[in-house]
């Protein structure tokens, strides 16, 4: 088993148990999330930063 299936094992495993203890936790409106955006950073620094991040975690 690689770690990719390991990984997404785990994940499912935590989700479930999440869901399993969600009784009474209210859901969250991303929609209603702002977000500050700093105008000194180019969108393409984010590019190369999630880039770099991939070829590390594919």
């Known amino acids: 088993m690689g770690a990719g299936a390991a990984a997404n094992i ?3 495993i935590l989700v479930d ?3 399993q203890r969600g ?3 209210e859901p969250v ?3 209603a ?3 500050a955006i700093d105008p000194g950073r180019d969108i393409t620094d984010l590019h190369t ?3 770099e991040f ?3 975690d594919p």
Do not use: K, Q, Y
């Open 17 to 19: 148990d999440a869901r």
């Open 29 to 31: 409106d991303f929609a």
């Open 23 to 25: 009784d009474g936790v």
């Open 33 to 35: 999330i702002t977000v």
């Open 54 to 56: 991939d070829a590390i």
């Open 49 to 51: 930063a999630l880039t």
């Open 10 to 12: 785990m994940r499912r």
